[in-house]
């Protein structure tokens, strides 16, 4: 029961933090400044135009109507229409999503399989070739945006050396190698910069956790040095270790919006860009909404993840 309270309470959290992002997220683009039917028509098109427009849209309603009338037809389902592409927002942003979510999962293996081993490793050999090897690739990695090291690997891998394409995508209609293929690079590209930010907070938390009495009370009795790395140290490093990497997923998806323009992908970032360019409110601002969703999930699955990890929080609330 105490299980199902502190769920049921977290759920009910996380659905108002939502609503409450909704209505900031559809009042700020509501200001944004430019008119959708003007854009749409261009400036040349008659007032009377515009305002048939509009009214078709449904943009001539009070604001809290257009509002309720959005929340009413997320509860069932309905993200209304694109007023670009004449498509429902959901169907737009499903066909988005199979692009992104493969390649933030990707970008997420990617940086996890680097920055564990490296920054574990570094924090076992302090000051060594590693080390020094971890701290430039976290400088780096860090100081260089995501979409300039995209743009170095289609310089240097997809031109340079031919290995993979330097954008598009092909469908998963052309098959899983050739798609997952497509994405190899710009995975790369979002992971280094996620990877740096891990790996320095991999090697601090697993040299605090070597300092720590218990640790060095198993190396008193006997036990190996590796074996204590890997049995008492690194499971209890993983705590900082698995809030970064709750907090860099946002900042993966979001990072997509560039790094899926540098390379033409057809995914939610640039999906995002064009409605956005284009004044598609409705694309928008469904799209905002999912980014906060995704935000409050990772959130909510690294809270559960705490547990797990430490067990001296499962009978907190």
């Known amino acids: 029961m105490p299980f199902l309270t502190r769920s049921a309470r977290r759920i009910g959290g996380l659905l108002a933090v939502l609503l409450i992002a909704s209505l900031v997220i559809f009042l700020l683009i509501e200001a944004a400044p430019g008119d959708p039917a003007s854009i749409m028509l261009g400036t040349s098109a008659a007032p009377d135009t515009v305002a048939a427009l509009r009214a078709e849209l449904g943009l001539n309603r009070p604001l809290g109507v257009r509002y309720l009338a959005w929340l009413a037809g997320l509860a069932t389902g309905d993200m209304g229409v694109?007023?670009?592409?004449?498509?429902?927002?959901?169907?737009?942003?499903?066909?988005?999503?199979?692009?992104?979510?493969?390649?933030?999962?990707?970008?997420?293996?990617?940086?996890?399989?680097?920055?564990?081993?490296?920054?574990?490793?570094?924090?076992?050999?302090?000051?060594?070739?590693?080390?020094?090897?971890?701290?430039?690739?976290?400088?780096?990695?860090?100081?260089?945006?995501?979409?300039?090291i995209g743009l170095l690997l289609i310089l240097g891998v997809a031109l340079g050396l031919g290995w993979f394409t330097t954008g598009g995508f092909p469908g998963w209609g052309a098959g899983f190698a050739p798609a997952m293929g497509a994405l190899v690079l710009p995975a790369i590209a979002l992971a280094i910069p996620q990877a740096a930010v891990l790996t320095r907070v991999t090697r601090a938390a697993v040299i605090e956790v070597a300092n720590e009495d218990f640790v060095r009370t198993a190396r008193a009795k006997g036990m190996s040095r590796g074996r204590a790395l890997w049995r008492h140290t690194v499971p209890n490093a993983l705590l900082p270790v698995v809030t970064m990497l709750?907090?860099?997923?946002?900042?993966?998806?979001?990072?997509?919006?560039?790094?899926?323009?540098?390379?033409?992908?057809?995914?939610?970032?640039?999906?995002?860009?064009?409605?956005?360019?284009?004044?598609?409110?409705?694309?928008?601002?469904?799209?905002?909404?999912?980014?906060t969703l995704i935000v409050l999930l990772v959130n909510f699955a690294v809270d559960a993840l705490y547990s797990v990890l430490d067990p001296r929080l499962r009978g907190r609330t």
């Open 246 to 291: 709750g907090l860099q997923i946002p900042f993966l998806i979001s990072g997509a919006v560039l790094v899926e323009n540098v390379f033409t992908l057809p995914g939610i970032g640039t999906l995002a860009y064009q409605a956005l360019s284009q004044r598609d409110l409705i694309v928008v601002q469904n799209v905002v909404l999912l980014f």
């Open 82 to 148: 694109s007023f670009t592409y004449d498509t429902p927002v959901a169907e737009l942003i499903g066909d988005r999503l199979l692009v992104t979510l493969p390649l933030t999962a990707m970008a997420v293996v990617l940086s996890v399989l680097i920055a564990l081993p490296l920054g574990v490793w570094a924090a076992n050999r302090p000051n060594g070739a590693v080390d020094t090897l971890a701290s430039v690739f976290s400088q780096v990695g860090i100081a260089v945006p995501n979409f300039w």
